[in-house]
Each structure stands twice: as structure tokens, then as C-alpha cells.
């Protein structure tokens, strides 16, 4: 079965300073991980992507993540954050069996600080 | 625009009223997928298509919930006899089979108020 837990259900950060949204998963088959952005009254959108290849995944505005097979995790850092960085973030796996399915965590919402 | 298209955007209805919501995929797209998403959770599956073939369905579409995509092209999702548990955003999505991501792009999705 595939499960993704965000261990944050808020952030908050001043702007500037360094960003870390934590994610961990559970997945049965070697999967496919995503970091998803949603801003208010916006759709989802992509900000990286892990699929076998290089355990470091370097993404949209800055974002990056870092596949830990060990620790089963995908944490989504940036080295500083900017006002428009405030927005939902969602951790999501795919893969195995249920190929065609997302499962999402419950989000983070990041909020910054001027 | 060459994005996922949903309409309408908002919706308001009666409980017990029937609402059907249409999605337009990236049009080289061939696989299609519905999502809910209920305030401060992320979005949950609810079903798949791939081309015209229905291939998954989430345990949270109940009965009173249909989706089709006729002609592999756009997708039509329906409730029944609509429940105030209902109230949550859609989410439409479509990917192209063969990619070997799942990477999946999303509409803006159309917010459904049950009173």
C-alpha cells in the first residue's frame, strides 16, 4: 500500500531564511514521488518530481528534494524563502499496483513573514 | 490556453439535486483522473480513465456517483441526489500514458456547495 505522511501541518518562516517541509512515505513498490504547490484559488502545480534517477531532484523557483531510501523520506527544502512562496504544499506518491492513482498527504501549509 | 480545463468553476445546488461537472483534458493527453479534495485534507482518488476504458474506481465513489469519458476526449463526472457530505472541490487531471512518471496535471477543479 502506498501512504505519504507530512509531518507539518503548518511552517511559518521569515522571508529569506531557509525553508523545510517534511515528508515521509510508505510504498511497497519503488515509487514515483511529486511535490505539488497550491496557491489560494489555484490549481495544483508540479514543483518536482523523483523517479529513480538521481536522489537529489532540483524543481521550480528554487525548490529541491532529496530521495533517503534509508529514511523513507522526500523533504522539500529552499535555501530562502520569498512572500510568494506562502502557499499549500502537498507531498504525493504513485506507483506499484495502483499505477494510475495519486495519494497525497494532508499538506503543509508555509506561511512567510516579511 | 492549452491547460485542464473545468466547468463550471462553482457550483451550488439542493441537496438531493443531481450536478454534473465536465473536464477537458490536455488534448494529447489519453489518460483522465477525478480527485475530491475536502477543506484542509488533500485531494483523495475517485476514479481513472484510460482512453475511454474506466480503469480504476476509488471505494469513495458511491452508486450516486457516474463518470464517463465517451469519446476519450473530455470526462463528465455525476452526483446523484446530492448529500451536504458532498460539498468538496473536484479535481480533474490528465497524463500521458507512457512517460513513466504518472506526472499528472491538474485543473483548477470546480468547487460544489450542497446546501
Known amino acids: 500500500a502506498q501512504s505519504v505522511t507530512q509531518l507539518d501541518s503548518h511552517v511559518s518562516v521569515s522571508e529569506g531564511t531557509p525553508v523545510l517541509l517534511r515528508c515521509n512515505y510508505s510504498?511497497?513498490?519503488?515509487?514515483?514521488l511529486f511535490w505539488y504547490v497550491q496557491h489560494p484559488n489555484k490549481g495544483l502545480q508540479l514543483l518536482l518530481k523523483y523517479t529513480s534517477a538521481a536522489t537529489l531532484v532540483k524543481g521550480i523557483n528554487g525548490f529541491e528534494a532529496e530521495f533517503k531510501k534509508s529514511e523513507t523520506s522526500f523533504h522539500l527544502t529552499k535555501p530562502s524563502a520569498h512572500m510568494s512562496d506562502a502557499a499549500e504544499y502537498f507531498c504525493?506518491?504513485?506507483?506499484?499496483?495502483?499505477?494510475?492513482?495519486?495519494?497525497f498527504g494532508r499538506g503543509t501549509q508555509l506561511t512567510v513573514w516579511p | 490556453d492549452t491547460g485542464v480545463s473545468q466547468n463550471p468553476r462553482h457550483k451550488i445546488t439542493k441537496r438531493g439535486q443531481n450536478v454534473t461537472f465536465r473536464c477537458d483534458p490536455i488534448?494529447?493527453?489519453?489518460?483522465l483522473y477525478w480527485y475530491r479534495q475536502t477543506l484542509g485534507q488533500g485531494p483523495e482518488f475517485l476514479t481513472y480513465f484510460q482512453n475511454e476504458a474506466q480503469l480504476e474506481k476509488s471505494r469513495l465513489l458511491s452508486d450516486r456517483f457516474s463518470a464517463e469519458r465517451p469519446k476519450g476526449s473530455f470526462s463528465t463526472l455525476e452526483i446523484q441526489r446530492t448529500e451536504q457530505g458532498d460539498s468538496a472541490m473536484y479535481l480533474c487531471?490528465?497524463?500521458?500514458?507512457?512517460?513513466?512518471?504518472?506526472?499528472?496535471?491538474f485543473g483548477p477543479g470546480t468547487r460544489l456547495t450542497v446546501l
Open positions: 510504498s511497497s513498490y519503488s515509487p514515483s
Open positions: 488534448s494529447e493527453h489519453n489518460r
Open positions: 487531471a490528465s497524463s500521458l500514458e507512457g512517460t513513466g512518471t504518472n506526472e499528472q496535471f
Open positions: 504525493v506518491v504513485s506507483g506499484g499496483s495502483t499505477l494510475g492513482r495519486l495519494y
